[in-house]
Structures are given as C-alpha cells and as structure tokens.
C-alpha cells in the first residue's frame, strides 16, 4: 500500500472515531437529561407521559422504571461506542506512526 494510501486511510479512520465521539456525545447528553427527569421526578407527585403529540396522565413508578430501563439501554450504548473509538483509536495511531516510518525511510 503506498504512502498516499495509507494517508487516506487513516484520514478515513480519524474521520470515523470522530463519528463515534459525537454520536457517543448525544447519548451522553441524553443519558444526562434521563437524570434529570428522574431528578424531577422524585420532585413531583404528578407524572406525566408524552405517546405522539399527545401528554398522557402516568403513574410516577411506571416513568421511573421506563426511564431507569433506557438509561440501562445507553449505557450499553456508550459502552459499545467506547469500545469501537478505543479500537479505531489503536489501529490509527499504528497506522500513524508506520506512515511515519515509511516516510523517514524514504528520506534516508
């Protein structure tokens, strides 16, 4: 593989773990904002649901399992994100430091 090759290939891996860092971000974000609905929750004697364009009356017990289950759910998420980052993260800074070494090579 030439050394231009390997660039865009790298410049596509990069272009990927920033791809995961921002959709690891908004689950983050939404991870953060199930904290505060649960927060609020805790605060209230009303509950209630919105199911399409419509608020509907809930139980407080029923909300906090349904958002205390999605947190689990992004959790796993975040989890599975970290993981891909991490490993695009390794193979770009081998590939990094190779397109490195063949440069340097090239010059001697």
Request: aromatic fraction near 4%; charged fraction near 35%.
């Amino acid at each position: 593989m030439t050394d231009e090759n390997l660039i865009q290939e790298l410049s596509m891996l990069q272009q990927n773990v920033a791809n995961i860092s921002a959709q690891k971000q908004q689950f983050v974000t939404q991870l953060s904002e199930y904290d505060s609905a649960l927060e609020a929750l805790e605060k209230t004697d009303n509950a209630y649901k919105i199911v399409g364009n419509i608020m509907i009356n809930s139980t407080k017990e029923d909300l906090i399992k349904d958002i205390k289950k999605k947190k689990e759910v992004l959790g796993i998420r975040i989890k599975s994100f970290e993981k891909q980052e991490e490993k695009l993260k390794e193979k770009a800074d081998k590939m990094q430091k190779d397109i490195i070494s063949n440069l340097d090579k090239g010059k001697k």
